[in-house]
């Protein structure tokens, strides 16, 4: 089969288990939340997964992409998997054990005093998720990406349905039967709580599902393998950090630079509510990750690999700039997926589209230090790209608040993108067609800057003319990439 309809296929599927758990995360939970829970809550909520989305890497070490790698070239892919779930499950117990224990002087730390039971709900969440990647891993490995996709499914209808459970049904019973048996255990002074409960329930039934796969193979622990797979695993580390702090610094910062004037928590919570809005780009990059780690490792044996990674630059590029256009020519319908009350920040979607599209190119760029064992020169790479981070956040923050995180974010995901271009042309050089991309590029901007300038305040009819700029975007590619696409994809 050719390798770039093999990729989509299993972009496809992958995409399943991480789309649609995510699409509806946020089609069901970013508007429930929104509503439900005021600006500063909702602040809450999502200062907390970043730090939790921080410490998920720190907490997996880069041990899923050294699995990939050591599945690929040891005799043994058993003795590599065995070796790997050791080691996560020790260091995710430790993690669990002392953050426990030190929950509240951590809670203290950040500003959660009167809530210590946060931090215990994210230490049981964040150990028992790390400890499930490397499980998730091999079944991505072994390209079962139905299992992989029924599972993250269930674990986020299970949040879901916990979430409508302790949210809603438990206070709307409450209310009608205050001597109900519910309150027994529901108490509506948890408020916000209830979120994290419901999403530690769902990390608890998805490392049930994944148990056998768990105990269906001999373990052996072989130090020797691991510390090749550390070593090799260590910048990729770097890597992750770096690039957390790349996504979820601001999300942090903000509470803390922002002006005393002004109500910190209820600007993170207008912030994260409209960087969702552009969770169908993050959502597509990351399906793409999912299936194009792997890919990557076993194509690059063949001779046409460098063709096939530059063909698939090109595509991966105007996917993501008809999402981009999908969003900002329907943003007068996407704005309804959060409540009103944080509709305020619209104005950054486009800047954090952008951004995220120069990520993805970026992770595209990325096999030339993966593929020659230079994860350290990766490192360095996303090393550059938090300094960027933090140094714009700090400056742009106290002046203009949450927008100039967002740029933050722009300028941050540029640099990376065009420092790994120019150092990869070195390395391992691949003639990627960067005149069409940059052609395909400034067509969808000049697209959306016309959409902009020329407003039409008939909603029907604006959006019938902004389908009409999609559609020509899609013929103007079609007409250019008609003999690619046959040729790729035949």
């Not at 595509?315 to 900002?328: H, R």
């Amino acid at each position: 089969m050719n390798p770039l309809k093999k990729l989509a296929g299993q972009t496809a599927i992958y995409g399943m288990g991480t789309i649609i758990p995510r699409l509806l995360n946020y089609l069901l939970l970013t508007p429930f939340y929104t509503r439900i829970f005021v600006q500063g809550e909702y602040g809450t909520v999502t200062e907390l997964y970043a730090y939790a989305a921080f410490l998920m890497v720190l907490l997996t070490y880069g041990m899923e992409t050294a699995f990939f790698r050591y599945a690929e070239s040891e005799k043994s892919p058993k003795n590599v998997y065995s070796t790997s779930l050791i080691s996560l499950f020790i260091t995710s117990f430790i993690f669990i054990f002392f953050v426990s224990f030190y929950s509240q002087p951590i809670a203290d730390l950040i500003r959660y005093s009167s809530n210590q039971e946060y931090i215990i709900y994210f230490a049981f969440i964040i150990g028992l998720d790390a400890f499930s990647a490397i499980p998730f891993a091999k079944l991505r490995q072994e390209n079962k990406a139905l299992r992989f996709t029924i599972i993250k499914i269930i674990n986020i209808c299970v949040n879901i349905g916990f979430n409508l459970f302790f949210l809603v049904l438990c206070p709307y019973i409450a209310s009608k039967n205050p001597d109900s048996v519910i309150l027994t255990f529901y108490s509506a002074d948890v408020g916000v709580g209830y979120a994290f409960i419901s999403n530690l329930i769902a990390s608890i039934v998805t490392l049930i599902l994944l148990f056998p796969d768990i105990i269906r193979i001999k373990f052996n622990f072989d130090t020797s393998l691991l510390k090749r797979m550390l070593k090799y695993s260590y910048p990729l580390l770097i890597i992750g950090l770096a690039g957390m702090i790349n996504e979820v610094s601001d999300k942090i910062l903000l509470k803390y630079l922002l002006p005393d004037s002004v109500d910190a928590m209820a600007q993170v919570g207008i912030y994260g509510a409209n960087y969702k809005l552009a969770i169908i780009m993050t959502l597509f990059i990351q399906m793409f990750r999912y299936a194009a780690e792997p890919f990557f490792f076993a194509e690059a044996k063949k001779k046409d690999a460098k063709k096939v990674y530059s063909d698939l630059m090109k595509f991966f590029v105007i996917f993501c700039l008809v999402i981009f256009l999908v969003v900002m020519m329907y943003i007068d319908v996407v704005k309804y997926f959060i409540g009103p009350d944080f509709r305020s920040g619209l104005r950054i979607v486009p800047i954090v589209l952008m951004a995220n599209l120069f990520l993805g190119v970026f992770y595209n760029l990325s096999i030339w230090y993966k593929l020659n064992n230079l994860t350290l020169y990766g490192a360095f790479i996303a090393i550059i790209g938090a300094f960027i981070t933090i140094v714009l956040n700090v400056i742009l923050i106290p002046e203009v608040g949450y927008y100039g995180s967002a740029w933050a974010h722009f300028f941050c995901y540029f640099s990376m993108m065009m420092i790994s271009y120019f150092w990869g042309r070195r390395v391992f050089p691949v003639n990627y067609d960067i005149r069409r991309i940059l052609i395909y590029t400034a067509i969808a901007l000049l697209l959306f800057s016309i959409s902009k300038v020329f407003v039409i305040q008939i909603e029907s009819l604006k959006l019938a003319v902004n389908t009409i700029y999609i559609i020509l975007f899609l013929f103007i590619v079609y007409t250019i990439e008609k003999p690619g696409f046959a040729r790729s994809f035949k």
